[in-house]
């Protein structure tokens, strides 16, 4: 993500609708190369932990937990570095989206450590779930001129 366009936002509010148990250590997700993903309110969306780090689009997401589905309440904007809030606990940090599931749904994947599952954390069917945003990084100055863009999409 463009540090130059991350401005301010709402939270993006959602109700866990199912409970996920398993884990894999051999998943083989992708990520997608979007830092951000829109979301529209009625949409069911999986959340998926995972203790990697790697960003980069095409990386290959294998440890992961199964947290959950989630129903979107409120639109908006799920971000990278979005915290994850369900009920009062902190879950972890949005690092990226898995596709291989679309049009039906997104898997969000969430950096967690150790790798959570919906039964490890006592998640329940009916809690509320946030994205919000995180705290900002320690980005460099904006500088004085930003480079011209030859197209609105890579």
Same mark, same amino acid.
């Given at each position: ?5 991350d401005?301010?936002?709402?939270? %993006? ?5 199912? %409970?996920?148990?398993h ?10 190369? =979007? &830092?951000?993903?829109? %979301?529209?309110? @009625? !949409?069911?969306? !999986?959340?998926?932990a995972?203790?990697h780090? !790697? /960003? ?7 440890? $992961? @937990? ?6 979107? /309440?409120?639109? @908006?904007? %799920?971000?990278?570095?979005? !915290?994850v809030?369900? #009920?009062?606990?902190?879950? #972890?940090?949005? *690092?990226?989206?898995? &596709?291989? =599931?679309m049009?039906? =749904?997104?898997n969000? *994947?969430?950096?967690?450590?150790? $790798?959570?599952? #919906?039964?490890?954390? #006592?998640?329940?069917? @009916?809690?509320p ?17 930003v480079?011209e863009? +030859?197209?609105?999409? +890579?």
């Amino acid at each position: 993500m463009n540090p130059y366009e991350d401005g301010p936002k709402r939270e %993006v509010g959602a109700t866990l609708v199912k %409970v996920l148990v398993h884990r894999r250590d051999e998943r083989g997700m992708r990520l997608e190369p =979007h &830092a951000s993903r829109c %979301v529209r309110a @009625g !949409e069911v969306h !999986e959340l998926v932990a995972t203790d990697h780090t !790697e /960003t980069a689009p095409g990386a290959r997401i294998d440890r $992961v @937990g199964f947290l959950g589905f989630a129903e979107i /309440t409120s639109a @908006g904007v %799920v971000d990278r570095g979005d !915290e994850v809030w369900i #009920g009062p606990r902190r879950v #972890g940090v949005v *690092l990226g989206f898995d &596709a291989c =599931h679309m049009p039906n =749904h997104y898997n969000v *994947l969430i950096r967690a450590e150790p $790798v959570p599952t #919906g039964r490890d954390l #006592g998640l329940a069917a @009916g809690e509320p779930l946030v994205f919000r945003q995180g705290a900002p990084g320690a980005a460099e100055p904006f500088p004085a001129s930003v480079p011209e863009v +030859s197209g609105f999409c +890579s």
